[in-house]
């Protein structure tokens, strides 16, 4: 039995499957594929027809490419992770199981605070449906299938959190993760499956993103950003906090890349990659965004901050921080209950450096673009005319086709409102099935 998704070289895969090209990483995703790869993409679309197949990933691809995406390339096929064969038709699984080399699964069903039985039967049942199919398509090609799953730095974390614990690459996922939370206990059990099913025809790598922040270049984010909430509760609360902690983070274009860059790495099946910087993300530089902006911010310690946002849980601006609860005060480190380690992904640029992908330093004016591009798309409201912002920053605005990814949400969710101001709309509802 041979391997085609990768060689000795690194060269890369001819054809890949990618599930939840319509969300937010997961279009990012398709672009890299298109952009570092020859590879034809097979994107697994729940649709109702083959035509809204073909809408959905075009309404997605287009903000993202400013253009309409080769046709040839990048290949809408309907199908739904929760259904059985994957709702594929029995023509596109003969074709998919002659031609598919790489699966990359980037769709799940992301609500940050749902419960587990919601989020279970497309985050552990459709992982282990890909994998029947990826085994499938094994046997029948002969040839052993790179299977690259995208899993989250939340499967590692466990409550309480052991003042010594060291997270790295080689950290297990954890059941104990912030325990009332379905998400984060679905993803650990989903990134378990995958990583089982290394052998026999299969050669599985896991990639653990952590908090995936804007476009580096041009600010362009969705509603998936968990930095969105924080920065619009400031804004609505006047407030920000001091003494926030510091996330394990990075850019949603380069993590897109380094899983393409990583999935051609010779050694990455059976390896676990962290796709965040080496330095974690001071939120601190997160706010200091938005005085730059013009907003007009007192300061509140990083407690007294979290307690004034859930003492506002009736504004629609705070609501979506104030609703994740804990996972929020993780996230700020709002007292000494909700610290957390470090996460470390030393490997993983070491890894990165050796496919010629070395780690960049932040730019200064990351969030100032991030900031722009959210008051441009109405998510945050225009800071006040009476005092100009403060100097010395480069403002780049977004590009007028910079839109917004597709949420349509799960089974029985109404799909959030689109156009402008979406964000602000759709924020408070987080479930959505990429």
């Known amino acids: 039995m041979t391997t085609t998704g990768i060689d000795a070289r690194g060269v890369g895969p001819r054809a890949v499957l990618l599930t939840g090209a319509t969300g937010s990483l ?20 729940r649709a109702a ?8 990933l075009r309404t997605r691809m287009l903000p993202l490419t400013g253009h309409p995406y080769p046709a040839h390339r990048l290949i809408a096929v309907r199908g739904n992770l929760l259904a059985p064969d994957l709702g594929l038709t029995d023509r596109d699984h003969t074709e998919l199981s002659t031609v598919i080399d790489t699966v990359h699964h980037c769709g799940a069903s992301v609500h940050l605070t749902g419960p587990y039985r919601k989020l279970a039967p497309a985050n552990v049942g459709g992982t282990r449906s890909l994998i029947t199919f990826a085994r499938h398509i094994a046997r029948s090609s002969g040839q052993r299938v790179h299977f690259i799953h995208i899993s989250t730095l939340a499967t590692i974390v466990p409550t ?8 790295d690459e080689a950290t297990p996922p954890c059941h104990q993760v912030l325990p009332d939370l379905g998400y984060p206990r679905s993803k650990a059990e ?13 050669e599985t790598t896991v990639m653990r993103p952590g908090v995936i922040y804007g476009h580096s270049g041009t600010g362009r984010t969705s509603d998936a950003d968990l930095l969105v909430p924080l920065l619009r509760a400031a804004v609505a609360l006047g407030t920000m906090p001091t003494g926030a902690g510091a996330v394990p983070a990075d850019a949603v274009d380069t993590v897109a890349r380094a899983i393409v860059e990583l999935s051609r790495y010779p050694t990455a099946p059976g390896h676990t990659f962290h796709l965040v910087r080496r330095t974690q993300l001071p939120l ?6 938005l005085p730059r902006a013009g907003y007009h911010l007192r300061t509140l310690p990083v407690e007294q901050w979290w307690q004034s946002v859930q003492e506002h849980l009736d504004d629609p601006q705070v609501a979506p921080l104030a609703g994740l609860g804990d996972m929020a005060a993780y996230l700020l480190a709002a007292g000494p209950r909700y610290q957390h380690p470090p996460v470390h992904s030393d490997a993983t640029w070491t890894a990165l450096a050796h496919c010629g992908m070395p780690e960049q330093p932040l730019d200064p004016n990351t969030f100032d673009r991030l900031v722009d591009w959210l008051i441009n798309d109405g998510a945050l409201p225009p800071p006040s005319p009476t005092r100009a912002p403060i100097p010395a920053r480069h403002r780049m605005e977004a590009p007028a086709s910079a839109g917004r990814p597709d949420t349509t949400p799960a089974v029985g969710t109404p799909a959030p409102a689109s156009g402008p101001g979406s964000a602000t709309r759709a924020a408070s509802n987080q479930q959505q099935l990429r």
């Open 160 to 167: 309480p959190i052991p003042s010594a614990l060291r997270l």
């Open 190 to 202: 989903a990134e378990e499956a995958a990583r089982d099913a290394h052998g026999n025809g299969l």
């Open 26 to 45: 997961g279009g990012e995703l398709a672009l890299a594929l298109l952009t570092h790869t020859r590879a034809t993409v097979y994107c697994l679309v």
């Open 49 to 56: 027809d083959q035509s809204h197949a073909t809408d959905r």
């Open 284 to 289: 601190t530089d997160v706010f200091a965004a």
